[in-house]
């Protein structure tokens, strides 16, 4: 088809845009030498493509053939979203080249910043915004990056303009760190713009839930949460707070990959960590009674989806917390956690030596104030409360144990501190029994 429309370029003007973009992805999505030809024969319909886009042909057609390439850019096979966005950024290059910004350069993804130039951007956005939304579930480094910031840009045009619809950039980057949230850690960690971004959104959003009595505008189909806020935050009083899951999920992973960092610019990040970390974690200076029944938790480890009753926070976003990388947060997730998910915490590798010496302090002082410290430990240790941790099988009570002492022996004799030395400065009753 495309030999036949290249050698009679007067008919391209009759085809429908979907066509001339359909046969277009098509040229592009092919390899080899092959491919190379077929670029040189599809010069008129690129051309034909480019003015539709653009708006020539009124805001409909642009409206269809924009809304075709955004499909593919969203298409959950890897090819044809690395074609879609390879069609978009030759379609849009002479809006490209006036573009100041030219960071996406590098993934041909310098259109997503010429899309709210054509001429009929208005009319364009809501598609844009809800393929490009789509399409997070399935990029990952750089075309990632460029995806949320152009999403954030697009929701925020959309709302200064008054454009229709019910966007809100909150809710698409909440649920992304949560479901993706080794994939959104390595953006965030990479790229420091999605990082002061990120640490921004997921602030502002929670202060919103914290500050408001009627939440009502929950994430659509999210469960939701509730807890009660540290007394340590705002002179004291503990407070009831709703919000959605996604939302303290996307939290708990913004701690555990927070560290500081020496730059001035990350100061009013910095800021927003400690105020959420005040909200959901003890403090380190003054955590106060560190053996809390299970009706007064407070934070993080009272949290519970207020449908089912069950935790809110799992093992494994405590294991996070707690391997956090910073010393701070680490330490405040010891302090915080509830005391049956100790043992398994003390399993992890790789504990920072701040969280690891407040868990055994902790866990060693549990069974001094009890009335039976033998009972606590062998109900800690129970295989019945193990099954818990998410480890599968871990055997009798003194396998467990001897799993402990074993890795607890190993991290002692890294810290550098002989265990007489520790004893002093912590209790070692847990250790020794």
Known sequence: LIPVVSSLPSIISRLPPSASCFLLLRVYGTEG???????????PLLDHVRKTTTGNYGPENAVNATNLLLTDVADKKPARRRCARRVLEEALSELNQSIEDKSFDTVKCTWLHS???????????PDAIKHIS???????GQVLQALILSLHRYIKYATKNKINGNWKFSTYLCKLISTRHNICSEAIDRFPDVRSLAIETVHGTFLEYLEQSDTEEIFDNDAIVQFKSCRSYKNGTVGSIRLPLSLLQSTCVLLSIW???????????????????NVLMFPCDNPGSLLLETDDLEGIASARVISSGNPAVSVDEWVMLAKSRSDDI???????APSKFLPRLLLCSGLPKSSLLTMIDRLGKLGEKS??????????LMPSA??????GQLGTRRDIARKLLGRLSAYIS?????????SKQLSFTFIGW
Request: contains cysteine.
């Open 115 to 125: 899309l709210l130039h054509v001429e009929h951007s208005n009319v364009l956005l």
């Open 386 to 391: 193990a099954a818990d941790w998410g480890f």
């Open 259 to 277: 560290k500081e960092r020496e730059d001035c610019e990350e100061d009013l990040s910095k800021k927003f960590i400690n105020e959420l970390s």
């Open 414 to 422: 890294m810290t550098g501190d002989t265990p007489e030395a520790l």
């Open 134 to 140: 789509n399409a997070l579930s399935y990029e990952r």
């Open 330 to 336: 680490a330490r405040r997730a010891a302090l915080s």
């Open 33 to 43: 030498e092959r491919s190379s030809e077929l670029r040189k024969l599809s010069a």
């Open 371 to 380: 009335e039976n410290e033998q009972k606590v430990y062998r109900d800690l």
